[in-house]
């Protein structure tokens, strides 16, 4: 139906709501410890033989581990780079998804179906079968070791699901908002950045914070198309940490957990816009 | 940019690979040699283990801008140099007034010949070494390993090793269910062709039919199949290596380090990470002799890409880091025994300060040694016998099936590789 | 406003896919000029040992872990799509997996399944003596044994379902409020709402996302496959086909041979898909949707 | 008579603002109650408070002799059509209409059939399987409709659902509504702002105001004794005139006694007499002519203003001055302060 | 009078379902066409094929002189109100109103005191910063209405623009739009289903009916002169009886002159007076009363059924038995066959 309310619906359930904490508390029972872990493993000191006994705090506590790993990876740096690479990535992988997203949803049916067909098969194709393609096409372009290479994937919207997504949410929009614009004249840039847009405020922080992530922790991007320490992005210099003594688990550790907690951040503003579009019921 | 002309002001761009502390060499290499020749300009390209280093090595290739050199070990150099990717170092060598070819260990030379031309020239000639806790012998009052040890030796030592938690020696085959576990192993092994040939080879037997031109696994002989037999045994009849669960919990190097496992066959790279140890002595043994002293070569040798465009700045970084300096630098790191003879004998090699007090084992052994065969299609060879041969030892597959299945399996890789 | 898309698609995948795959019918090792080859590497894989194996683990993973990871991922989405007290804790905790960087997360897992020293069995282990579960049974031996690996791979897969969540979420917080209050009003059961209205209204969405996570289960068992068991335990218990590519690709430099598993895997994916389809059509019918 | 629903104190909230004031309602068992009041009165939220879409911020909500205020929607057993229709975008017609049925576990054959019939009743027979994307305004508004009756609740909560259809569809579908509401002895409560379907569908009628109710009665005592001057403009179209009791007009007749307070007279523009002989003079402002009947908006002297409905056939012209009467018979009285009608 | 809006000859599917045949109509420039049918006639496809939303498979429209049936929606100048509101659920009201003039790059300041002026024009001023989401049924038709009125285009269409709101506001905004209009001196279309509303409003009604232009005229002449017994049933509450010409009932007066074929005698409710002495007898099937009025339904000797109006006051019982009468002048003679009207 056109133009009715949206969101959840405020039925006074005591007993549902009950239920749905006990669900939240067995879902952050399921999926918050080996996150623990992974802190508690990175507070370990270096060096020492792996307990026998499950040890949620570590004895001793210890934060050699974030020392050593910073100082060997070069967290710092490529802290930097990763941060760079995301700060230009992800407000143009999810502008291009959003875009794309809205111009499948009101261009004629027919280029639709060619362009989601191409999307459903790009996304068949594995990550494996196009480095070295696209290693060649970036060398001709002169911009193998810098950095664009593990931007450009934003012109894709990072991952062409995401251009689906946002087609599905703007095709659910009611009709008649997109006949109202019409009638006010709006090109369909203003159509999408005025009324679309704000609609489907979830879906682009929700794949925001997916963008952010896969940009985030892209791997074999940054393996083959950059050669200078300088531009090591996080999960390279992770990879090298990866290749530490078992003993200096902890170090890996803590460079795992340095390199999770910005996802994180985003992870959770997103999830604050989902909830602060809990407060307010549209129609 | 990538491509760069062949403007000698672009830097030299080394690929190399290795865990952090072992890049950090390399960095401290580079930096020592533009310390020493203004103008110089290395850039390091680093990966992170080997894996990285081939996909990084072939899609540059591919691409058109491979690196300028790179480090390669000669049990998987074969395929590059098979494809004519590597530059011919020979007039470069005979016209070097700085290298001087004898001042190398013939047997690593030798590795990187393809063809008949020298292809690489090797950083290191290491080779198989028994690592072992001297406290832990002490302690249990079993005699430590000495050179021309036997195989018996070993069996009997490592099973005089294998404790539980209150000393007592205890048989670690029944360790699944059983009532308790060993807490100490007698030996660590890695179950794979590297650790296997020199074991035949002292034997009497062969890995493969023909060294230059391989076309199968000879495991069948009698002598090869009596030491893979043995090898077997360790953990199906001795149980005195670790299962494979246990391997899989703690590999045989952490367990060395936790000071629970008496003896471990492996290279000179385990000395780096070895150092750390504080709470017991540890010393080398050479390997346990079948009839006699054979090792096996490991050798890294740095190449020149054919495809460089800087192939003169090139040369003379390999000069640098093959020459005294270069070597010392490396082999400060304790990981690698240097293959400039004159190095390897000098204090920055045999360091009586460093552990192991023994470190004159690899030198010992490299008149012994052999190496593998190069074949192009050497690594997927080694990938798959590793699969059977761990299946053999922890599962206990039947001899004759594991030695048909090597065979049988590897022939067709044999077919496809190409030989220097 | 589809330009940059396009340009995208065409240029970052359509051309690199195309190139590699005309590779399939070359004989290609990256480092020489590639030369034709015809069929041959078809007829080469067929024979291949290896490849059949990752071809059969690939299917099995994808046959149970996408229904896995999609169920899950609804059950997640519309247990937690409501507010009630801890809601936007357990939120944030479900996607906390999938935020790991995914090297990170292989190492993680590599650490809980370690089976003696693992937080997963040691906690299996609580309640038994000699290393034994409470039950008497031996824990999994997640890395040794072929089918508990097959299982700590899925399991892995599991926990990164994040983005399929996200998704759901936005999806179903976006469907018409009143719509569930008249169902409300009819009594209708939760199951019946499930049935008859929430999944119909999500169908467009689940179908998308279940695609993708079948032709993506060819991807996302790659790194817990490269860094968590590397294919083993032997001979090949977690190699798919994906570290099969990867592997021939890069590590032995077969890429003409890679490419054209690539291409079978593409086209068993395009399989898979249309079975999809066919399905959702029928179900479609149904609901007529 | 037993109880069908009751509504006792009830105030409802959203936020923090409070939109229905201790609603009292009482309606028995098979009566049609119709909800009256202007836009933003809350008769919506009567509803909704009925259903158990909106919890009750006081009192308690009774369906059937039960105490239903802590009970869930479903478990009210009531039928509802939403002024928005809320009609299921993914089902058809006919699905829609048989849904509540199906799921109540209904033999899909029966309920189909049943749907089938329901649409029949509301002249949608031949929409049955599109969706109602694909359906036109009034088109909807009868699935909602169907949806709703085909089940046979406690209680029939209708929002609104005859306000996109046509009169002559209206007029029909006000009977078809009657006559189900007599064949099932339904409780009825049917919120609807057309007071022709106030008066003539209900057998009582409950006036809301800003989330009160103003007064509750027979559509004939809503009509004759409406109990505010509010109610008397609200109910009636054009809305009854009021003059200061003390103003320009003096109807005809015996005069009541009144008190002192100020009063207001009201009397409706049927009650309005043109040119009689010595009525008060007045200018014609405006005609508006329906059909028969035609409203003349009258000026008095004062600037007062009067409608009177007069004959199409006669009605006057525009800046006519006519003569215009009332009888005290025809008039209301109201304070003028409150607004409450005037206890003669 | 030059011309406002022109469609010519328009047909228009959805699908393959036909559901405008070759409509013509005209609205010369300030008129204000009221567009009347029964609920699935076709009037807001009308609208939308005029706004551009609907892509006509015949015929022309023209706008303002213009030919823009090529033209896409936002440069036809036109604004619209949708049946459903179509408001924008992230906007609040006054977002909502001032959107179309701030798009067209109206200062922000302009606008928003524009659209709180519009606002307070349909009584929403209170309602500035909720979103439609917390608005009431009547309250969003407002929004949605003001939305519509803010511009100043060359043609207003409004879909149902009253529907939701009751008696009392309906005749208030209906006089802001006639005053409205005559002030800006628009052209409007305005759908409806209500008659007094058309009645009321219109220069000009059109009738629909299954996607045909059953008649245009002005309100007299619809009401009047109804072209086919389907207007004129159409128009009305209750609608007019028809009998059959030579049936029961025997108009007085003077007979015209009747030709061979069967023809259908109509006569309005208002026109049939009771309790003549010599009329023809009817049973009182049921009286409805409504204020002042009362309808009686009436059944004739051959099962015909009659309506008629009668004062409230003077209403017969049920079941009584009463005698009625027409007069010729007052009837109106249709071909029993096609429904057109019988030209005497
Ligand atoms: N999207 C659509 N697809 C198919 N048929 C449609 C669609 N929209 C409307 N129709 C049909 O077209 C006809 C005309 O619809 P329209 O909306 O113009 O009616 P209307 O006169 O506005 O009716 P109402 O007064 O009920 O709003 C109806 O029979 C309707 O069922
Ligand atoms: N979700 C909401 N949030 C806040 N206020 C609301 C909400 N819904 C309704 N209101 C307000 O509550 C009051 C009563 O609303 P309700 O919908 O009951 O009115 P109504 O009598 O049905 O009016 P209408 O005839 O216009 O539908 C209105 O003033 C409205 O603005
Ligand atoms: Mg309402
Ligand atoms: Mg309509």
Redesign the interface.
């Given at each position: 139906?056109?133009?009715?309310?949206?969101?959840?619906?405020?039925?006074?359930?005591r007993a549902a709501?009950?239920w749905?904490?006990l669900?939240?508390?067995f879902?952050?029972l399921v999926?918050?410890?080996?996150?623990l872990?992974?802190v508690s493993?990175s507070l370990t000191e270096p060096?020492l033989?792996?307990?026998?006994?499950?040890q949620l705090v570590p004895d001793p506590l210890s934060t050699t581990g974030y020392e050593r790993a910073v100082d060997?990876?070069g967290l710092l740096r490529a802290s930097l780079n990763s941060v760079l690479v995301a700060v230009l990535a992800v407000p143009l992988s999810v502008l291009?998804?959003a875009?794309?997203g809205?111009?499948?949803a009101r261009?004629a049916p027919r280029a639709t179906t060619v362009?989601v067909a191409?999307?459903?098969?790009?996304?068949?194709?594995?990550?494996?079968?196009?480095?070295?393609?696209?290693?060649?096409?970036?060398?001709l372009l002169?911009?193998?070791?810098t950095l664009v290479p593990l931007i450009?994937?934003?012109?894709?919207?990072t991952s062409?699901?995401y251009?689906?997504?946002y087609y599905?949410?703007f095709r659910?929009l009611?009709?008649?908002?997109y006949?109202?614009c019409?009638?006010?004249?709006?090109s369909?840039?203003?159509t999408?950045w005025?009324?679309a847009l704000?609609?489907?405020?979830?879906?682009t922080?929700?794949?925001t914070?997916?963008t952010f992530?896969l940009t985030?922790?892209n791997?074999l991007d940054p393996?083959?198309y950059v050669?200078?320490?300088e531009l090591?992005t996080?999960?390279?210099a992770?990879?090298?940490?990866?290749?530490?003594?078992?003993?200096n688990?902890p170090v890996?550790?803590a460079?795992?957990v340095i390199?999770?907690v910005p996802?994180?951040v985003?992870?959770?503003l997103a999830?604050?816009r989902?909830?602060r579009?809990?407060d307010?019921?549209?129609? | 940019g990538s491509g760069g002309g062949s403007a000698s002001g672009d830097p030299v761009r080394l690929l190399v690979f290795g865990a952090p502390e072992e890049l950090g060499a390399y960095r401290t290499l580079a930096e020592a040699y533009q310390q020493a020749r203004t103008g110089e300009r290395i850039q390091l390209i680093e990966a992170s283990d080997r894996k990285d280093l081939l996909a990084r090595l072939a899609t540059s290739v591919a691409g058109g801008a491979p690196p300028d050199l790179f480090l390669m070990n000669y049990r998987f150099y074969g395929q590059f140099a098979a494809k004519g990717v590597v530059e011919p170092l020979d007039e470069r060598i005979a016209a070097s007034s700085v290298l001087d070819p004898a001042d190398y260990y013939p047997v690593a030379m030798e590795a990187f010949r393809w063809g008949g031309a020298q292809l690489c020239l090797p950083q290191n000639v290491s080779s198989l070494a028994v690592y072992y806790n001297r406290t832990l012998f002490t302690r249990y009052g079993v005699p430590e390993p000495t050179a021309g040890w036997t195989w018996n030796d070993l069996v009997s030592t490592a099973t005089l090793m294998t404790r539980d938690d209150r000393g007592l020696v205890i048989k670690g085959t029944e360790a699944e269910g059983a009532a308790r576990l060993p807490a100490v192993h007698g030996l660590g092994v890695e179950p794979s062709i590297i650790r296997l040939a020199p074991l035949v080879w002292s034997n009497g037997g062969e890995i493969v039919d023909d060294p230059d031109r391989p076309t199968r696994l000879t495991l069948d002989s009698p002598a090869a199949r009596e030491a893979l037999r043995n090898l077997i045994d360790l953990r199906q009849a001795y149980g005195v290596v670790p299962s494979d669960a246990e391997v899989e919990a703690e590999d045989d190097e952490s367990r060395f380090l936790n000071g629970r496992l008496a003896m471990l066959m492996t290279s000179r790279r385990a000395t780096t990470n070895f150092r750390t140890i504080t709470g017991f002595e540890w010393d080398v043994a050479p390997l346990p002799v079948y009839r006699q002293p054979v090792g096996v070569l490991h050798s890294d040798a740095y190449c020149m890409t054919r495809g460089s465009r800087n192939k003169d700045a090139a040369w003379r970084f390999m000069e640098y880091a093959m020459g005294e300096e270069g070597q010392r630098i490396i082999a400060a790191t304790g990981r690698t025994v240097p293959s400039h003879m004159g190095v390897s004998r000098s204090p920055a090699f045999l360091d009586p300060d460093q552990p192991p007090r023994n470190s004159q084992v690899f030198l010992d052994a490299i008149p012994t040694v052999r190496a593998l065969p190069t074949v192009s299609t050497w690594p997927e060879i080694e990938d798959l016998s590793y699969g059977i041969l761990e299946n053999a030892v922890h599962r206990g597959d039947k001899i004759d099936d594991v030695i048909r299945e090597l065979d049988v399996k590897s022939r067709p890789m044999f077919a496809r590789g190409e030989n220097g | 406003m589809l330009t940059p898309y396009l340009i995208g698609l065409v240029g970052l995948v359509m051309v690199p896919a195309l190139v590699t795959l005309g590779m399939s019918v070359t004989d290609y090792d990256l480092l020489r000029p590639p030369t034709w080859a015809g069929l041959d590497n078809f007829a080469a894989l067929l024979d291949d040992p290896i490849f059949r194996v990752a071809l059969l683990n690939s299917v099995v993973f994808a046959l149970v872990a996408v229904p896995l990871r999609v169920l899950l991922a609804l059950g997640l989405a519309l247990l937690l799509h409501r507010r009630a007290a801890g809601v936007g804790t357990a939120r944030t905790a479900a996607l906390l997996p999938t935020a790991v960087p995914e090297i990170a997360y292989g190492l993680l897992w590599l650490w809980l399944f370690n089976p003696l020293y693992g937080p997963i069995n040691q906690l299996l282990r609580v309640g038994g003596e000699n290393g034994l579960t409470a039950f008497g049974r031996t824990p999994p031996q997640w890395l040794t044994d072929p089918t508990s690996a097959r299982a700590g791979i899925i399991l892995m897969s599991l926990f990164t379902m994040g983005e399929t969540f996200v998704v759901l979420l936005a999806a179903r917080r976006a469907l018409p409020r009143d719509v569930y209050e008249m169902a409300a009003i009819e009594d209708a059961t939760g199951w019946d709402v499930f049935r008859r209205i929430t999944l119909p209204l999500l169908a467009p969405v689940l179908a998308l996302l279940a695609v993708r996570d079948a032709v993506a289960s060819l991807h996302f068992t790659f790194v817990p496959a490269f860094v968590v068991t590397d294919g083993g335990p032997p001979p090949y218990a977690t190699t798919y086909l994906s570290l099969f590519v990867y592997q021939t690709g890069f590590e032995y430099l077969r890429y003409g041979y890679a490419a054209a598993a690539t291409l079978v895997m593409m086209l068993l994916t395009v399989a898979a898909v249309l079975v999809q389809w066919r399905l959702i059509r029928r179900y479609r019918r149904f609901y007529q949707l | 008579m037993s109880e069908g629903l009751v509504l006792d104190g009830v105030s409802a909230a959203y936020r923090d603002a409070t939109v229905l004031h201790e609603v009292d309602l009482t309606v028995a068992r098979g009566e049609l109650l119709v909800v009256l009041g202007p836009s933003g009165a809350g008769k919506s939220t009567v509803l909704r408070v009925v259903a158990g879409l909106e919890p009750v911020t006081a009192g308690r909500v009774r369906i059937a002799d039960r105490d239903v205020t802590d009970e869930r929607p479903g478990r009210r057993n009531v039928s509802m059509v939403f002024q928005s229709y809320a009609l299921f975008p993914h089902l058809t017609v006919v699905e829609n209409i048989a849904f509540g049925l199906e799921v109540r576990d209904t033999p899909r054959r029966v309920a189909r059939e049943r749907a089938r019939a329901a649409a029949e009743t509301v002249g949608c027979a031949g929409l049955l399987d599109r969706r109602p994307g694909q359906l036109s305004g009034g088109e909807r508004q009868r699935v909602a409709l169907a949806r709703a009756l085909v089940r046979e609740p406690d209680v029939f909560l209708l929002d609104e659902p005859l306000s996109n259809l046509d009169l002559a569809l209206r007029a029909e579908m006000r009977t078809e509504l009657r006559a189900l509401h007599d064949r099932l002895g339904a409780t009825m409560v049917h919120v609807t702002h057309d007071q022709t379907e106030a008066l003539v569908l209900a057998d009582r009628i409950a006036v809301l105001r800003d989330g009160r109710v103003e007064q509750v009665g027979t559509p004939d005592e809503i009509w004759r004794t409406p109990a505010s001057s509010f109610v008397a403009r609200f109910v009636g179209s054009p809305a009854m005139n009021l003059l200061p009791a003390d103003g320009p007009l003096r109807p005809r007749g015996d005069a009541p006694t009144l008190g002192e307070e100020p009063l207001e007279i009201g009397f409706r523009p049927e009650a309005v007499t043109l040119d009689a002989a010595e009525g008060t003079p007045a200018t014609v402002d405006r005609v508006e002519v329906i059909g028969e009947d035609a409203f003349a908006y009258l000026r008095l002297a004062a600037g007062h203003q009067v409608v009177a409905r007069v004959p199409a056939a006669r009605r006057p012209e525009r800046d006519a001055t006519v003569r215009l009467d009332v009888r005290w018979a025809d008039t209301h009285l109201f304070h003028a302060a409150t607004g409450r009608r005037y206890q003669l």
């Open positions: 139906m056109r133009g009715r309310a949206r969101g959840p619906s405020p039925l006074p359930e709501r009950l749905r904490t669900g939240a508390a879902v952050l999926f918050v410890p080996p996150l872990l992974l493993g060096g033989p792996p307990s026998p006994t499950p060997l990876g291009v998804a875009l794309a809205f111009a499948l261009i362009v191409a999307s459903l098969v790009a996304l068949m194709v594995p990550a494996t079968a196009l480095l070295v393609p696209r290693f060649a096409i970036f060398r002169g911009l193998t070791d450009a994937p934003a012109l894709l919207g062409p699901l251009v689906l997504v599905l949410a659910a009611p009709a008649d908002l006949d109202a019409l009638v006010e004249d709006l369909p840039l203003r999408w005025r009324v704000p609609l489907v405020r979830p879906v922080a929700g794949l914070a997916l992530v985030w922790s791997f393996l083959i050669y200078d320490r090591f996080l999960p390279l992770l990879r090298s940490l990866s290749l530490l003594d078992p003993t688990f890996f550790l460079g795992a390199a999770t996802a994180l985003v992870f959770a999830q604050r989902f909830l579009h809990d307010r019921s549209e129609g | - | - | -």
